[in-house]
């Protein structure tokens, strides 16, 4: 059964009590939640880790690739995380089946990477599986005490689909897909994941935990102070915000569900109130006074600096708002979208106006509990995840896919696709706002670890993402 978003308090502030939610005295005080506040130990002790390897990576509904990654029948993508390592193969050109990535003679990793293959061979003694994970060859099986197909098959991990993304679940016991995303498949239907395909996507490694990594992400309360030249004209310009210009500061409040976050960027904190949602067309850059401009700019920068949100057809349709003659009744930002979607249209894109309401349930950019974060859009959108690195706390493996929807006549086209990958993230030219963001992970860290730290002193307004995040991670951790 899924639970409706009416049912959900949608507070913003301190988070709502939800059944499940595990009492306070359950979590070892070192570890124990206040009111938002979070203990270092929950980023920076080992154990802690393992815990979450052990009780929240095992129990959670985890991405584990695109749909378009798996093309063709036999196309295989291997998962890692934590010591675990899952093989996700597509098995018929419907299904698409997850294993535990070890063969079931003396335990080999049967697959590395991804690639194509028309069975599963172990690389030790060449034991196969067909896709569907049934034995299919034992070599001299005669020799072996006698044993059903049964128990020589793969052990099957769940995996199922929504928006284009395969999830796995080690739990056999976990609820549906579909419910535990609630309420986000309704909340993002409008923006049609299912028909987008990755641009680009790149991993890097990052010397923090892969909560820290994340956490840069799940709240823009972060923009004035590393991103200050988002607002301005002279883009080049990245000197720290002046006190007037945080006056212009844009205000993105935090809503928490049963399971995830989102925040949403809702305007200038002085013009504007936590009744209020996000409205694509209100973007623009400060001290520009053409209003055209001002949003062209902001759309450009986006597209040319972090090569997703935006995309070719936004650049252009932004490009002809600089000079066009903007209609009575219409401002700048949604003359914009009209631009877009005109082209879009023209182009063979699928592309329905999108009423303002669901805009604002949308918000800006969601936690897909444990690890995953998405920035609802149409058209294109991102999507990051973290991954600890082993078992060291202070590093993780992060990546950014890059989404973009394709014309409905490539909705059937299959494509070729290689991840990219940077032990440092500095070798990854991905543009000066990701470069801002990604540099803050290791001085987090080592501010982390100064004894005079003990834990995260949260806004209660604009980060509860992020203490939603453990209170959510609490009923894994500490029930049984
Ligand atoms: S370990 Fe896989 S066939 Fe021997
Ligand atoms: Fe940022």
């Known amino acids: 059964m899924s639970v409706s978003i009416e049912s959900q308090p949608r507070l913003t502030g301190q988070t709502p009590w939800f ?58 993508v291997e998962y890692e995380i934590g010591s675990h390592s899952v ?26 990477g991804r690639g194509r293959v028309g069975s599963l061979i172990c690389p030790f003694h060449g034991w196969r ?37 395969v999830f796995i679940t080690m739990d056999p016991n976990a609820m549906p897909l579909l419910e535990y995303l609630d309420p986000i498949p309704r909340i993002f239907e409008p923006f049609q994941y299912q028909n987008m395909r990755i641009r680009w996507q790149k991993g890097v490694i990052l010397p923090c935990n892969w909560k820290t990594a994340l956490d840069g992400f799940l709240e823009a309360y972060h923009v004035a102070g590393t991103h200050p030249q ?71 920068y986006i597209a040319d600096d972090m090569r997703g949100l935006e995309n070719d057809r936004s ?13 009575e009744g ?65 590093s993780c493996v992060f990546e950014i896919f890059s989404l973009d929807q394709v014309p409905v006549a490539d909705y059937g086209r299959k494509r070729d696709h290689q991840p990219e990958f940077f032990e440092d993230f500095r070798d990854a030219d991905l543009g000066e706002v990701f470069t801002q963001d990604l540099m803050n992970a290791k001085e987090v860290t080592v501010g982390m670890h100064s004894p005079s730290f003990d834990g995260h002193r949260l806004s209660e307004d604009q980060e509860m993402t992020i203490y939603n995040h453990h209170r959510v991670a609490d009923r894994y951790l500490w029930s049984e």
């Open 19 to 76: 059944e499940g939610d595990v009492p306070a005295e359950a979590v070892p005080e070192k570890y124990r939640l206040d009111r938002a506040y979070v203990p270092k130990g929950r980023y920076l002790d080992p154990e802690f880790l393992k815990l979450e390897l052990e009780k929240v990576f095992t129990r959670t509904w985890l991405v584990a690739c695109r749909e378009e990654e798996l093309p063709g029948v036999g196309n295989y």
């Open 315 to 327: 650049w252009r349709a932004a490009e002809a708002l600089k000079t066009a003659e903007v209609p």
């Open 129 to 165: 599986w067909n896709l569907d994970g049934s034995i299919r060859l034992v070599l001299d099986r005669e020799e072996f005490v006698p044993r059903t197909d049964e128990d020589l098959g793969l052990v099957r991990v769940r995996a199922e689909t929504w928006g284009g993304f």
């Open 330 to 394: 219409m401002n700048a930002g949604e003359y914009m979208l009209q631009l877009y979607r005109e082209l879009s249209v023209a182009e063979g894109y699928d592309w329905p106006e999108i009423p303002a309401e669901k805009w604002a349930d949308a918000g800006t950019a969601w936690n897909v509990f444990p690890n995953t974060i998405l920035l609802p859009n149409q058209g294109s959108s991102f999507m990051y995840r973290a991954r600890p690195n082993g078992d060291d706390p202070d």
């Open 230 to 300: 988002l607002f301005r004209f002279d883009k080049s310009n990245t000197n720290i915000a002046s006190l007037a210009e945080l006056e212009n500061r844009v205000w993105s409040p935090t809503t928490t569900y049963e399971r995830h976050a989102h925040y949403s960027s809702i305007g200038q904190k002085k013009n504007t109130s936590a009744d209020a949602g996000k409205d694509p067309t209100a973007r623009g850059t400060n001290d520009v006074v053409d209003p055209r401009l001002s949003v062209a700019l902001s759309v450009q």
């Open 87 to 112: 093989i996700v193969v597509r098995e018929s050109r419907t299904a698409i089946s997850a294993y535990y990535n070890a063969c079931r003679h003396r335990g080999t990793r049967l697959a590395k």
